[in-house]
């Protein structure tokens, strides 16, 4: 009949447009996948942004850095000569702080330091050293060593912190105790026999393990108080 073909022929033709269970079934199948790669995605650029607690390991390799000091101080030599001018203070701390700030950087990429805090320690110590000595001279004295140390550390304090509160919660405090680290480490290396007059730009290896113990120490506590999550670029 010609009313059944054309009824037979309007139901065809509305199942043609109608989506089918199965059609259903797989667009919710793509939507899940993509979903889920956009979730993963964001997981692993979270993860990877994010930088990692101090391990043993880590400040294992932190103490072990107190060996860069002693070389340190004889690049300085080599580069500079010994502090006597304001300008061998500018430069023999740079290189020492080079030195130092490469060691120091290795042990501290794990919770996201980079390469940028080899020039901010560079740069510290530089100012620092020279500031100390246009204002203080270098001294013959512990307590001399220590002003040096001071005025040198917060130098060092100052620079380093700037990439440090990127990292770590509470980083302020790195400024006074890396003067203070470093004023105590002058003072221990000068304490026990070192000669002043010798005109190093860091202090010795006794010295140098005070410092990098109580920096250790005060590294260790901010990392327990929290990291900063780093934004992905």
Request: hydrophobic share 55%; proline share 3%; aromatic share 6%.
């Amino acid at each position: 009949m010609p009313g059944s073909s054309a009824h037979c022929e309007r139901l065809v033709s509305s199942r043609r447009h109608d989506p089918s269970t199965g059609a259903l079934r797989g667009m919710a199948r793509n939507i899940a996948r993509r979903e889920g790669s956009i979730v993963a995605h964001a997981t692993m650029s979270q993860e990877a942004a994010t930088p990692r607690s101090l391990s043993t390991g880590d400040l294992s390799i932190w103490a072990a850095t107190l060996i860069a000091f002693p070389v340190a101080g004889i690049a300085a030599r080599a580069v500079a000569g010994p502090v006597d001018a304001v300008w061998t203070a500018v430069l023999a701390g740079a290189v020492a702080g080079a030195v130092i700030g490469t060691a120091q950087w290795f042990a501290l990429k794990r919770i996201g330091a980079d390469v940028r805090w080899i020039a901010a320690t560079a740069a510290g110590l530089g100012i620092g050293l020279g500031v100390a000595y246009a204002v203080f001279g270098y001294g013959t004295s512990v307590a001399d060593l220590a002003i040096v140390g001071a005025v040198s550390g917060l130098g060092i304090g100052v620079a380093q912190w700037w990439l440090l509160r990127h990292l770590v919660h509470g980083s302020i405090v790195w400024i006074p105790a890396t003067a203070a680290a470093w004023a105590l480490g002058w003072t221990v290396t000068t304490s026990i026999g070192v000669d002043p007059d010798d005109r190093w730009a860091v202090p010795g290896l006794s010295g140098a393990l005070t410092i990098t113990v109580l920096l250790g120490v005060v590294l260790w506590a901010l990392a327990r108080s929290g990291l900063r999550a780093r934004a992905s670029s």
